[in-house]
């Protein structure tokens, strides 16, 4: 594992679960309960062996993610970001593999550009700002997107998408996959 946290693992929601399709609240309260909602954020990706976690994967809809991530430098980002916003993205793009931990399947090549840029608050309120290059740009914008309710497979052609959906099956760590039937999960 290569990081610790004092929070408690929570179960990751996977695809076709409303809450990850949905756009996110603002956080407004900068309380204790946030503060715990974040360690057990950390614990949760670190136990799912991610680099970014969004609140809706743990079935909170609220505007919040956790991040461990390297950049192009090799240089590693740990923080959390609160009511994340992209507010510049800078190319060349870059056409990589990307995978989420809501969607247990295969990866599937996607283009991101090479850095972003995203604004948010840190859990005391105040105003931040993370730049990010290659695999941390891809994170930023990845977790960014998740609290608007967007996903990596939503992307991806429709070809490409059934092809990840077909393929999920649960992580060992997690829970059962929920019954949804993948006609559904292109559909919707
Ligand atoms: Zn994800």
Redesign the pocket.
């Known amino acids: 594992m290569r990081g610790d946290s004092p929070g408690q693992a929570r179960p990751v929601v996977v695809v076709g679960d409303p809450v990850l399709h949905n756009p996110t609240e603002p956080v407004t309260a900068f309380d204790d309960e946030l503060a715990g909602l974040l360690e057990d954020m950390f614990a949760t990706m670190y136990v799912a062996e ?1 680099v ?3 609140a809706t ?1 743990v079935g909170v809809s609220r505007s919040v993610f956790v991040y461990d991530c390297h950049d192009d430098d090799d240089v590693r980002h740990k923080g959390h970001l609160i009511n994340p916003r992209i507010v510049a993205t800078a190319g060349p793009e870059q056409r990589i593999e990307e ?5 247990p399947g295969p990866y599937a090549t996607l283009g991101r550009p090479f850095s972003a840029t995203v604004s948010g608050q840190d859990k005391q309120g105040n105003p931040i700002e993370v730049t990010g290059t290659g695999l941390f740009a891809r994170c930023l914008l ?2 960014t997107e ?1 609290l608007a309710g967007t ?2 497979i939503d992307h991806l052609n429709r070809r490409k998408r059934s092809r990840v959906l077909q393929a999920i099956e649960p992580f060992p760590w997690n829970g059962p996959l929920p019954q949804v039937s993948t006609s559904e999960l292109i559909d919707g």
Do not use: D, M, T
Not at 99 to 103: I, K, Q, R, T
């Open positions: 991610g970014g976690l969004a994967q995978g989420c931990l809501s969607v990845h977790e998740h996903l990596y």
